[in-house]
């Protein structure tokens, strides 16, 4: 792919397939045609998911040269935001809030459990490729803590007997 930013050619090593190109354009549809990089959030999601889950840099440039921006513009927010991966995680991502709330009603406790239940610590992917543990600051559910994401979908008020539910509806 090349592609053509303030009269300089950026190539990319990686291209992005075109059903991820049509989700991205759902987007940028959205915004002004000089505008496109204002989908830069919602489209390293969609490349995010359609890529194993995880955003590589070849990945990161050809989604910088389809929208038209320089490729640190998108390493900027990949990098900000904990809700993108830059490392292979498990199919499962178990994401814990640790933050004060959370923390304040066993976060630690969670921790301690998904460690020893899945065998790995924070960073890590069970040997199989199905779980990886994320700790992450505040995901917006205190009245729910302690709580995780896993697939997009929060569970709150956590025991442990809740979490090998959650673990063993998804094995």
């Not at 075109?18 to 830069?40: G, M, N």
């Not at 955003?55 to 490729?71: E, F, I, K, R, V």
Request: proline share 4%; glycine share 6%.
């Amino acid at each position: 792919m090349v592609v053509t930013l303030e009269n300089k050619a950026i190539s990319s090593k990686q291209e992005l397939s075109s059903e991820v190109l049509a989700k991205i354009d759902s987007w940028t549809a959205k915004y002004p045609k000089d505008q496109r990089q204002s989908a830069v959030i919602p489209a390293l999601h969609i490349v995010q998911d359609a890529y194993d889950g995880s955003l590589t840099s070849d990945l990161m440039d050809a989604l910088a040269a389809y929208l038209g921006m320089p490729n640190i513009s998108v390493y900027e927010v990949a990098t900000f935001y904990s809700m993108y991966e830059h490392k292979p995680v498990g199919k499962n991502k178990l994401s814990v809030c640790t933050n004060i709330s959370c923390m304040l009603r066993g976060s630690d406790n969670v921790l301690a459990h998904l460690k020893t239940r899945l065998g790995i610590s924070v960073g890590e992917m069970t040997e199989d490729g199905k779980f990886s543990i994320k700790e992450v600051e505040c995901m917006g559910a205190c009245g729910g803590a302690p709580m995780l994401e896993l697939n997009k979908v929060y569970y709150e008020n956590l025991t442990p007997e809740k979490l090998d539910e959650i673990i063993d509806a998804v094995k």
